[in-house]
């Protein structure tokens, strides 16, 4: 897979496993902006970009039908643990097909709260499956998860959330199908990654379909993550496609 100097920086930062020390950032409160750019030049485009993420999606300016499907299922991964990290990076061979276009899975990352909010209304834990084209186009499945029965593929990250040092690398098996909706009506819109350098052409689909997660679950990967959801960004101009009801 050839990609551009951009997106094969973006996909490194994204996969790899970062330490507390490497990492000069942090996330803010949720709702105060975090001025990155104040702390990297790399990371300008956080602030000065037109097209950030996350987004509140309470007021689309379309509707439609996205075309998304997807050939997850049983997988095997391997942590990649740090400051405000808690990820799940795989092999090839799965991904989501979204209008004609295939973008294969790269890993899963975790957010407390959950990122993009509905009428300024966020659920208390979200999954992001980041995915890439061949050519290094970025795309990404949200999905949220509210407190409710204990999530099955959950279960088994849970017992690798204790020391990095210990548990970075280890492999991790579940079924990914367990950790997205059956009926997957997305909301749609380009927009950027939620963490530096903030790259934006991101390719957004976040699941309508709330998934439960038990109590213990969402506070095990709070404790492991602290507050790490960015700040709610300008929708601005940019097109939000809301799923067909």
Known sequence: MK?????????ALLTAPVMAQDKDWNFSDG????????????YALCDAGLNQSPIDLGTPNAVGDVQLSHNYGPANGTMALGEEKV??????????NSGGTMFNLIQVHFHTPAEHAIDGERQPLVAHF???????KLGVLG?????????????????????????????VSFDITDMV????????YMGSLTTPPCSEGVNWHVAETVLSASAEQIRAIYDAL???ARSLQPQGNRLVVAPVN
């Open 181 to 188: 909706p059956e009926d997957l009506g997305v909301y749609r």
């Open 143 to 171: 999905v949220t998860f509210a407190e409710g029965a204990a999530n099955p593929a959950l279960a088994q990250i849970m017992p690798h959330l204790g020391d990095a040092s210990v548990h970075n690398g280890m492999e």
């Open 31 to 42: 709702v105060d902006d975090e001025r990155w750019s104040l702390l990297n030049t790399d």
């Open 3 to 11: 990609l551009s100097t951009s997106a094969a920086t973006a996909l």
């Open 87 to 96: 990820q799940v990076n795989f092999g090839e061979g799965m991904g989501m």
């Open 226 to 228: 602290g507050p790490s």
């Open 130 to 136: 980041v995915h890439a084209t061949d050519d290094g």
